[in-house]
């Protein structure tokens, strides 16, 4: 499990049915989550992405979105951030932009040990800031 400083939600819907959705699947809350509300331009407006780098202290470089629709590669892109694709919305080939596609949410785990966080695709493990 990634810790709460690392990690953050940035979601184009409202805090109430984000806040709903989380708490519905059992998942942790965020120590940072950018929606609708906090924002004045939506995606493929970089806003959400860059405001929760801020908000997490890292630099855009240092972060990896994991998306799964094209208008959220092209934020993510457009603030400077790498993006693993979920075919879920979207078929895999109107993903193509991201870096990488998977077919399911569930083909990446994400550890952390003191010095770096891995993502593992698949069983291939990948390091992240």
């Known amino acids: 499990m990634l810790p709460p400083d690392r990690w953050a939600i940035v979601t184009s819907g409202i805090r109430a049915i ?3 959705r989380i708490r ?3 998942l942790p809350m965020p120590s940072v989550m950018i ?7 939506g995606k ?7 405001a929760a780098a801020l908000h997490l202290g890292r630099a855009s470089k240092d972060c ?3 998306e799964d629709a094209p208008a959220g590669i092209e934020a993510a ?4 951030m790498r993006v693993i ?14 870096d990488l596609v998977v077919e399911r949410l ?6 952390w040990n003191p010095n770096q966080g891995v993502i593992d695709v698949n069983g291939r493990p990948a390091p992240v800031q």
């Not at 929606?35 to 331009?41: F, G, T």
């Not at 493929?44 to 860059?50: C, F, T």
């Not at 892109?77 to 400077?80: D, F, R």
């Not at 569930?106 to 550890?111: F, P, W």
């Open 44 to 50: 493929p407006d970089p806003e959400g992405y860059l």
């Open 85 to 98: 694709a979920i075919a879920a919305t979207y078929p895999a080939d109107q993903l193509r932009a991201a």
């Open 77 to 80: 892109h457009n603030a400077g």
């Open 64 to 66: 990896i979105v994991i």
């Open 106 to 111: 569930t083909d990446l785990s994400a550890l």
């Open 18 to 20: 984000a806040e709903f």
């Open 35 to 41: 929606c609708a509300e906090d924002l004045s331009r």
């Open 24 to 26: 519905h699947t059992g």
